[in-house]
């Protein structure tokens, strides 16, 4: 007699396109391997690269089929062999490689950071790609700290309201592009300078800048050199159009980066800290029911929505 393996829920596609290629499938339960964790999803966050991702914009995944999802939290199921820190019934959260639209999950120990007691798995799905990111962008990258000037694109956005606070955190002065509307929201979370790009052009308005965080692309990043001291350094974050290359930064006496963020449960538990004592809080725009991911994607697509957006796995 055969015992029926345990089965999930998987949000996968097998065409690029619309919110609508995304439709639930039953699979058989993952099972970690040496060095893994089983994760019984509780949220999945969304971000920008997964609406890409999806249409085929930014092909990151190769072809078809393949499910999205890089921000997860959730319980702990089980682990794979030589596991240590995480146990069955822990609550931890991570920024994975890919998958996390799904009841269950299997992703690298080394992923995972303890869930902050303080914070609900909504709030820790919406956390790791964008306090990463900007982890990665003004900490390890541009050092920043008391008395910098940061200048960051999008600052309402998933990643930019997170690299606000970071860098407010650091001591940072930090100036911000938003719609007038956001400025209140933003102004709440640090923010010293705001900027409405849609009536002003933030290159008149805004100089002495020591470190830039690029959000958009395209020509934002040619226009942000206009605003940087000299030698000071443009980050770029984004899976699209960078607008310029290093070489063109150099020649100008000034200094480029490119951020890809990536997994790491060792930054993600520093970050946990921060979260835990209120220093990073995670705006969230809208949780929404595992089976409205398309409406979900429909949201980022409208390109308005403060923070971030989740899904919520029932059990």
Do not use: C
């Amino acid at each position: 007699m055969t015992t029926e393996r345990p089965r999930t829920l998987v949000m996968t596609q097998h065409r690029f396109g619309g919110p609508e290629v995304l439709e639930i499938e039953e699979r058989p339960r993952p099972v970690p391997a040496p060095g893994e964790v089983l994760l019984r999803v509780r949220a999945a966050g969304v971000n920008a690269v997964d609406l890409l991702a999806r249409s085929g914009t930014a092909p990151l995944y190769g072809e078809p089929p393949f499910t999205l999802g890089l921000d997860v939290s959730g319980v702990v199921e089980a682990v794979g062999d030589s596991v240590t820190g995480l146990r069955p019934g822990d609550e931890a959260f991570a920024r994975i490689e890919a998958g996390g639209y799904a009841t269950h999950v299997t992703a690298p120990a080394a992923h995972f950071a303890p869930k902050p007691a303080t914070l609900d798995h909504i709030h820790a799905a919406a956390a790791p790609t964008a306090t990463l990111t900007a982890w990665q962008a003004l900490i390890d990258i541009g050092q920043v700290g008391p008395g910098t000037r940061v200048l960051i694109h999008a600052a309402a956005g998933g990643v930019g309201h997170a690299a606000v606070q970071l860098a407010k955190a650091e001591g940072a002065h930090v100036i911000g592009t938003a719609r007038a509307a956001n400025h209140a929201f933003l102004h709440g979370l640090g923010a010293d300078e705001l900027i409405d790009y849609t009536t002003t052009d933030f290159t008149d308005a805004v100089h002495d800048i020591d470190v830039a965080l690029d959000l958009i692309g395209g020509d934002y990043g040619p226009r942000t050199l206009n605003t940087l001291r000299p030698n000071g350094l443009l980050v770029a974050a984004i899976p699209g159009n960078l607008g310029l290359s290093p070489e063109e930064v150099e020649a100008r006496g000034m200094r480029f980066a490119v951020v890809r963020s990536e997994p790491s449960g060792e930054r993600l538990a520093k970050i946990a800290a921060l979260l835990a004592s209120d220093r990073i809080r995670i705006h969230v725009e809208a949780a929404l029911p595992f089976t409205e991911v398309a409406k979900a994607h429909e949201l980022g697509e409208a390109g308005h929505a403060k923070g971030k957006l989740v899904l919520v796995l029932s059990d």
